[in-house]
């Protein structure tokens, strides 16, 4: 098979269909750091069979103007820049790299989380801004507690909570939530979860409690999400279920933002009912430089890095390896978003 990769890709993924007998060709947005037009990448695919895709926009022209027998997404919701609807009219099996992300992301879940609950991203800020430092040309002293004690200084204002004993409630309970899980109650953490398509049984392998989301939302201390946005979750989190919630209740979002209603949030955070919050995912991204968000010191935010890990190209490589492998061997690899484009083939 002839393979274009545009996606971020290790050396060894490559070498590994390079030893198998196959060809590969690399450009756009993995190896030059710009994403390929639509003309572009049809050029850049030429007579290729596979594309290995991140970024680039997989549209219907983009399909009609190539041979493409396969798509590999590095992306965990592939439709984001693929017609996975024509592709599977056209026969095109889209693979996915499902849960590629679950480590990083659940990793950053629980900095985002010490972050804001501990206060640490604010008193970062507060220090380099002068706040709370000795003043120019006084260099302090070594003696062991000299920082200012009074109600206004860092120790009395900038106490944060414990995470023993709190309950965290997951909003969502796939690969990332489990991780989440994990890491939760190795702080000594109450994990309850909300998810629909989960069964008790299984959340309770996983160290959790399934709860109803009225539930949920008024036993946290923590409600992190964790979920893909549908039709039917859209705006889940409105003014009513913000109602619910513990008064100082900290939110984690670096799902979709599109979980909660966006003027909902933003009156949560205005009213006071927030303890904190931590997002790294927005209504509209990039988010703006003068966004309400940035005037309040309990908010963390991040321009949406949590699945940004080291180790996750080697590990998105290794799995779109395998699945290629299966099906140039004629099987059908599992993660795949369009099942039924193995019924046109004939698998």
């Not at 009219?89 to 985002?112: L, S």
């Not at 979750?233 to 109602?243: S, T, Y």
């Not at 321009?303 to 299966?326: C, K």
Request: aromatic share 8%; glycine share 10%; hydrophobic share 40%.
């Amino acid at each position: 098979m002839e393979i274009y990769i545009c996606a971020d890709f290790s050396q060894d993924g490559i070498e590994m269909l390079k030893v198998a007998g196959h060809t590969v060709r690399t450009g756009g947005w993995g190896f030059e750091d710009h994403i390929l037009t639509g003309d572009q990448l049809i050029q850049q695919i030429g007579n290729a069979d596979v594309l290995v895709v991140g970024y680039e926009e997989v549209t219907r022209r983009v399909l009609e103007k190539t041979n493409l027998k396969a798509i590999s997404s590095i992306r965990g919701g592939p439709r984001a820049n693929i017609d996975v609807d024509y592709a599977t009219e056209r026969g095109i099996p889209v693979f996915y790299t499902f849960g590629r992300e679950a480590i990083p992301v659940a990793d950053f879940t629980m900095g985002q989380i010490l972050a804001v609950t501990r206060k640490i991203a604010r008193s970062d800020r507060e220090l380099r801004r002068g706040v709370f430092a000795a003043p120019d040309m006084d260099y302090g002293s070594d003696k062991d507690v000299i920082w200012d004690m009074t109600p206004e200084g860092p120790w009395q204002a900038r106490k944060g909570i414990e995470m023993q004993g709190k309950t965290i409630g997951l909003i969502g309970f796939g690969t990332v939530g489990r991780e989440v899980a994990k890491r939760a109650q190795s702080f000594g953490m109450k994990v309850i979860v909300y998810d629909p398509y989960q069964d008790a049984a299984r959340i309770e392998q996983g160290g959790a409690q399934k709860a109803e989301l009225e539930q949920l939302l008024q036993s946290s201390d923590i409600i992190s999400f964790h979920a893909k946005i549908t039709d039917d979750n859209k705006g889940m989190i409105a003014d009513k279920q913000f109602a619910m919630m513990k008064d100082g209740v900290y939110i984690i979002n670096n799902a979709r933002a599109g979980l909660m209603d966006e003027n909902a949030l933003r009156c949560a955070l205005r009213s006071g009912k927030l303890g904190g919050l931590a997002l790294d995912v927005f209504h509209q991204e990039p988010i703006k430089s003068n966004d309400e968000y940035f005037d309040y010191d309990n908010v963390v935010l991040t321009p949406h890095i949590a699945g940004s890990g080291r180790d996750v190209i080697y590990l998105q490589s290794v799995m779109l390896v395998n699945d290629l492998m299966l099906y140039f061997g004629g099987g059908r690899p599992k993660p795949v978003v369009n099942p039924e484009a193995f019924d046109k083939m004939g698998r």
